[in-house]
């Protein structure tokens, strides 16, 4: 069965920390990776990965792809209070389908 | 360029209606995905319209049916509703062309049944 699992499932930080947040994933014909943030109801694209090692940079946002081991992770460097949020990893497969993680809730304290 | 548009915003039902939501996807955008979202069960993928054929169906029971009109605009419709159907709704449109997968969300339709 497919699936995509995110950990932590919520974490709490001070503004200023590093996180790093994980995705796992078990899907057949993989075609790409991707995260969302997600504050109240739509989720916001962050980054599309498609490639393994190559890492992606926004800001103090960056992501990368393994997919050998079948994972990504979302790092964020000197957080906000304002990157409070749910962060959603999805994997799509060749068949134009998506499959979502649980996502992780990442709430920062001021 | 506007957004993807989702009508109503919110919405309250009784068990055993039926009800219709609507997604305007972005401009030139032919692919409408529809996604049901609960706390406990995330995300979870309905259904996606692509030039007003249903390309792929997700898990969910036949009372969950949707279409394309020939302008991408979609429609959802869920019949016999359950109280379990509480959920947000979202719809996401995306360009699909080739190297391009990117999804943009709606704001979602909040569906309470009671």
């Known amino acids: 069965e497919d699936k995509v699992v995110q950990s932590p499932l919520s974490l709490v930080v001070h503004e200023g920390d590093t996180v790093t947040l994980n995705c796992s994933y078990e899907v057949t014909n993989f075609r790409s990776l991707l995260w969302y943030k997600q504050e109240k109801k739509a989720p916001t694209f962050l980054f599309m990965l498609t490639s393994s090692g190559i890492e992606k940079k926004s800001g103090r946002l960056s992501s990368i792809l393994d997919k050998k081991e079948l994972f990504s992770i979302l790092n964020i460097t000197a957080t906000q209070t304002g990157d409070s949020a749910v962060y959603l990893c999805a994997v799509e497969n060749t068949g134009n389908q998506f499959y979502f993680g649980t996502g992780t809730s990442l709430t920062v304290i001021p | 360029k506007a957004g993807v548009t989702q009508t109503p915003r919110y919405l309250i039902k009784t068990r055993g209606q039926q009800v219709t939501l609507s997604c305007s996807p972005i401009?030139?955008?032919?692919?409408v995905s529809w996604y049901q979202q609960t706390p406990g069960q995330g995300l979870q993928f309905l259904f996606e319209?692509?030039?007003?054929?249903?390309?792929n169906k997700g898990n969910f029971p036949g009372r969950f049916s949707g279409r394309q009109f020939s302008n991408s605009r979609s429609e959802m419709n869920v019949s016999t509703l359950e109280l379990g159907d509480s959920a947000l709704y979202l719809c996401a449109s995306s360009s699909r062309t080739v190297g391009n997968t990117e999804a943009f969300f709606g704001q979602g339709t909040r569906l309470t049944v009671v």
């Open positions: 319209y692509f030039s007003e054929t249903q390309r």
């Open positions: 401009s030139g955008h032919r692919s």
